[in-house]
């Protein structure tokens, strides 16, 4: 699934629609606290997103992006009780999620130096996490449907790249047997056009 | 262009850096688990007594061949020491494997090393070698207990031999696990095991 999509990011960088202008963009992104804070405490440092965007008109994109970011903790030894079950060792925590999102954004400065933008994402997320305690590894992988509220900035570079900041709060819902799970990102990066 | 390589560069060097990040333990005690679980049911603090082996019994993984025992290896006292030590400090009075009329429970001890895991099963084998006279009945679990790791693995099991449930077998109490530790040459390692097992089961006091 993952192939297919970067395979479609990546062909559709270099497939310029008639119709619109486009851009392809990699980023750079960090994740952190919400809901996922319940579980792992501490900033993701391992993280990318890949876009592709079709601007229709100048202050308006719609595309799609796919990202990955991976959560790790070491618990100190403690100990964790399970009904009248109790462990006590290391717990070593990890979760990786992969959101992919439709993403209509808007642009308030086209053409400018400095362009901030708002945009949403439409999607899914899908969030594996695991937990590893002796020799023992407890696991849960589930899809979430999922929106993501996003606000940022693009600096231009040149005629053709800019640098891209952005603030994401990306909100996986509940399934019938996961509660609602959301993390925030922070991403850096390149944008061709 | 120049722009483009550079900025591919400095993404190539952040993915790259990735790599320097570790993860996972990094010391083998960092892989050292301590597993209690008890019966909800049973009430400790109306008892009193209970009988400890002079030796631990070895699982070969035969229930049918003759036991073997790891009290000759230097932590066998060691170990019985440790958990008599906790037993009287939660008010527990020792008395003989043999008394009459048998205590109020029995300590079972059992160890080994194996690479298989099972969670979720049991493995009553050795229950036979301590009281022959059980034999055919089996073990009676309230609850799922640990039965192999893939390491030494250190299992203690109180038993109440007064009550008989199921088909014949005896009632388990409460089960403590130590995993990793056997393999172990820190006898600090395992003494400090099974002071958790019995830090993190205050049900267990008498009083």
């Given at each position: 699934m993952k192939k297919i999509i970067l395979i479609v990011l990546i062909t559709g960088a270099f497939i310029t629609p008639s119709l619109a202008q486009s851009s392809f963009s990699i980023q750079y992104s960090m994740g952190f606290g919400g809901t996922m804070n319940n579980y792992i405490t501490t900033t993701s440092v391992r993280g990318a997103t890949f876009e592709y965007k079709l601007y229709?008109?100048?202050?308006?994109?719609?595309?799609?992006?796919?990202?990955?970011?991976?959560?790790?903790?070491?618990?100190?030894?403690?100990?964790?009780?399970?009904?009248?079950?109790?462990y006590t060792g290391v717990q070593f925590r990890y979760a990786n999620a992969v959101p992919i999102y439709i993403t209509p954004s808007f642009y308030f400065s086209p053409g400018e130096?400095?362009?901030?933008?708002?945009?949403?994402?439409?999607?899914?997320?899908?969030?594996?996490?695991?937990?590893?305690?002796?020799?023992?590894?407890?696991t849960e992988d589930k899809w979430h449907f999922a929106i993501k509220p996003e606000a940022g900035v693009l600096v231009s570079l040149s005629p053709d790249m800019d640098l891209i900041l952005a603030f994401r709060y990306n909100n996986a819902f509940g399934t019938s047997d996961t509660a609602q799970q959301n993390y925030m990102t922070f991403n850096v990066g390149f944008v061709w056009k | 262009m120049r722009n483009k390589l550079i900025a591919l560069m400095m993404i190539a060097s952040q993915f790259a850096l990735w790599g320097c990040y570790f993860e996972g333990p990094e010391y083998t005690d960092e892989l050292d688990l301590v597993y209690t679980n008890h019966d909800s049911?049973?009430?400790?603090?109306?008892?009193?007594?209970?009988s400890l082996p002079d030796k631990i019994v070895k699982i070969t993984g035969d229930p049918l061949a003759p036991p073997e025992y790891i009290n000759d290896i230097p932590y066998g006292k060691a170990i019985l020491d440790q958990i008599e030590l906790n037993m009287n400090n939660l008010g527990w009075t020792k008395v003989d494997v043999n008394a009459v009329p048998p205590p109020d429970l029995q300590l079972l001890p059992a160890a080994w090393t194996t690479t298989t895991i099972v969670y979720g099963g049991y493995y009553g084998g050795y229950y036979c070698w301590y009281y022959p006279y059980y034999c055919g009945g089996g073990w009676y679990y309230p609850y799922y207990p640990v039965s192999s790791y893939s390491s030494g693995t250190l299992l203690m099991t109180l038993v109440n031999p007064n009550v008989e449930v199921a088909d014949g077998s005896k009632q388990v109490t409460w089960t403590g696990a130590l995993n990793g530790l056997l393999g172990s040459t820190d006898i600090g390692r395992i003494k400090k095991g099974i002071d958790q097992a019995f830090t993190q089961s205050p049900y267990l006091k008498t009083n």
């Amino acid at each position: 699934m993952k192939k297919i999509i970067l395979i479609v990011l990546i062909t559709g960088a270099f497939i310029t629609p008639s119709l619109a202008q486009s851009s392809f963009s990699i980023q750079y992104s960090m994740g952190f606290g919400g809901t996922m804070n319940n579980y792992i405490t501490t900033t993701s440092v391992r993280g990318a997103t890949f876009e592709y965007k079709l601007y229709p008109q100048p202050n308006i994109s719609i595309g799609i992006d796919a990202g990955w970011n991976h959560f790790y903790e070491r618990r100190a030894y403690d100990t964790y009780t399970n009904g009248t079950a109790s462990y006590t060792g290391v717990q070593f925590r990890y979760a990786n999620a992969v959101p992919i999102y439709i993403t209509p954004s808007f642009y308030f400065s086209p053409g400018e130096k400095i362009n901030p933008f708002i945009g949403v994402g439409i999607g899914t997320i899908y969030l594996s996490r695991y937990v590893d305690m002796g020799i023992f590894r407890v696991t849960e992988d589930k899809w979430h449907f999922a929106i993501k509220p996003e606000a940022g900035v693009l600096v231009s570079l040149s005629p053709d790249m800019d640098l891209i900041l952005a603030f994401r709060y990306n909100n996986a819902f509940g399934t019938s047997d996961t509660a609602q799970q959301n993390y925030m990102t922070f991403n850096v990066g390149f944008v061709w056009k | 262009m120049r722009n483009k390589l550079i900025a591919l560069m400095m993404i190539a060097s952040q993915f790259a850096l990735w790599g320097c990040y570790f993860e996972g333990p990094e010391y083998t005690d960092e892989l050292d688990l301590v597993y209690t679980n008890h019966d909800s049911k049973f009430d400790f603090a109306g008892k009193g007594t209970y009988s400890l082996p002079d030796k631990i019994v070895k699982i070969t993984g035969d229930p049918l061949a003759p036991p073997e025992y790891i009290n000759d290896i230097p932590y066998g006292k060691a170990i019985l020491d440790q958990i008599e030590l906790n037993m009287n400090n939660l008010g527990w009075t020792k008395v003989d494997v043999n008394a009459v009329p048998p205590p109020d429970l029995q300590l079972l001890p059992a160890a080994w090393t194996t690479t298989t895991i099972v969670y979720g099963g049991y493995y009553g084998g050795y229950y036979c070698w301590y009281y022959p006279y059980y034999c055919g009945g089996g073990w009676y679990y309230p609850y799922y207990p640990v039965s192999s790791y893939s390491s030494g693995t250190l299992l203690m099991t109180l038993v109440n031999p007064n009550v008989e449930v199921a088909d014949g077998s005896k009632q388990v109490t409460w089960t403590g696990a130590l995993n990793g530790l056997l393999g172990s040459t820190d006898i600090g390692r395992i003494k400090k095991g099974i002071d958790q097992a019995f830090t993190q089961s205050p049900y267990l006091k008498t009083n």
